[in-house]
């Protein structure tokens, strides 16, 4: 009788309990709904809060420096400012492509993407395709959209180079897979981009644990090699010559690293002030890209130039721990190591030509430079590199 009560009392309490159907079930859920939110750790953190820092400086650097030059081309200040604002608009979206994009994607296609750019190297020197400026064969002009193909062959190289060795790291296909682009380059020629991707395909060669014994009499022979290039080429020994002796032609190819050193040291220790350069009045060419740094110094000083280097480092830095955080040997540790490298190369390349330590290269300044290309790139491995931490955040 007790038995009957209980099962009467459950079932008269399920009957009386109120019944919501699954349409406004499912109208709650849709209101209740909020935006994920992601977590991210102190490192993930750095890196979120270092790129808005040097994007913002970057911009305004590139105004600083592009003013006259501007109001020269189209009879006002802002055309540079403009169009690098579009870019840094666009290359946030960029950003979300990278961090949003499987990274699997990636490591499975490698090897097409490697073909596409070494494609893309050959394509430059087709007419018609290839767009031709002051001898060198670096930009690709299809339907009025110009591309340089050396910024995704830096892309391809990362990915193929991580993928492959993270399987092997057999130094004869090492140094055939390498040799290919390395030789497309110098055809531009493109010394630059040659130097950043030789950084890259080693630094990865370095990270796999490569056998470096081996490597190094080729990397002998291969430098023997750069300076017959450089030799029998006038256009390539005329940058060296300069380098060594520009007060040899001061106001002809010395010109522009002798301005870019004058500037510097007008900066002194606390510089000129902003808005105070001179040397932006068309005595560098083209502050705003390659030689900005000088601008840099000049506005703000030695004490300014360090602590803009100051962040440089801490973005390298931040990336190399980001790296280290994942499995070794790994396709994701190395895409992350690379990336470090890429970026790290290119602060130390373009600043050491700028205070003359080298010769000019043609390298941008990362996030400071005018120009699409290169800062699209930096955008899109900027978001895959948030996406390798994350993984390794949710594992564990």
């Known amino acids: 009788m007790q038995t009957q009560q209980a ?12 019944q919501t159907s699954k349409k406004s079930s499912g109208r709650n859920q849709f209101l209740n709904w909020q935006w994920p939110k992601p977590r991210f750790n102190f490192w993930q953190q750095s890196l979120l809060i270092l790129l808005p820092i040097l994007c913002a400086l970057g911009l305004f ?29 666009l290359g946030w979206s960029v950003f ?6 499987p990274i699997k994607f990636w490591q499975k296609t490698a090897v097409w993407w490697y073909l596409v750019a070494m494609v893309s190297l050959v394509l430059v020197f ?8 002051n001898g060198a064969h670096r930009w690709l002009s299809i339907g009025g959209l110009q591309a340089q193909p050396a910024e995704f062959l830096k892309f391809a190289t990362l990915i193929f180079f991580a993928s492959w060795l993270s399987k092997h790291q057999r130094l004869g296909a090492f140094l055939m ?10 055809m531009q020629p493109d010394l630059g981009s040659l130097l950043i991707v030789l950084s890259l395909m080693l630094g990865l060669y370095f990270v796999a644990n490569g056998n470096l014994v081996k490597l190094l009499p080729i990397m002998v022979v291969g430098l023997l090699g750069l300076i017959v290039v450089i030799v029998t080429s006038p256009y390539r020994l005329a940058r060296v010559t300069t380098y060594l002796n520009p007060e040899a032609d001061p106001l002809g190819k010395g010109f522009h690293i002798r301005q870019v050193t ?18 932006k009045y068309l005595y560098i060419p083209e502050a705003s890209s390659d030689s900005i740094f000088a601008i840099v ?10 602590l803009i280097l100051g962040l440089f480092l801490s973005l390298v830095l931040v990336i190399f721990k980001l790296g280290r955080e994942l499995p070794p040997q790994s396709f994701e540790r190395l895409v992350a190591q690379g990336i470090g490298i890429w970026v790290g190369s290119q602060v130390f390349l373009n600043l050491a030509a700028v205070v003359a330590l080298v010769p000019l290269t043609g390298i941008p300044l990362p ?12 955008f899109f491995i900027m978001g895959l590199l948030l996406q390798l931490s994350q993984i390794k955040s949710e594992k564990t």
Not at 267 to 272: H, I, L, M, R, V
């Open 7 to 18: 099962d009467y009392a459950r079932g008269s309490t399920r009957t009386n309990r109120p």
């Open 61 to 89: 650097f590139v105004f600083e420096a592009s003013t006259a030059e501007s109001f020269q081309m189209v009879g006002h200040s802002y055309y540079f400012l403009t169009q690098q604002t579009k870019w840094m608009f």
């Open 96 to 101: 979300g492509l990278g961090w949003l994009w």
């Open 126 to 133: 087709i007419p018609g395709i290839g767009l031709a400026l």
């Open 177 to 186: 897979f390498s040799s290919l682009p390395t030789f497309l380059v110098l």
């Open 262 to 279: 004058l500037g510097l040291g007008n900066g002194g220790w606390f510089g000129q002030g902003l808005g105070n350069s001179t040397q």
């Open 297 to 306: 110094g000049e506005e703000l000083g030695f004490v300014g130039a360090i």
């Open 367 to 378: 996030f400071f430079s005018y120009g699409g290309s290169s800062l699209l790139m930096l």
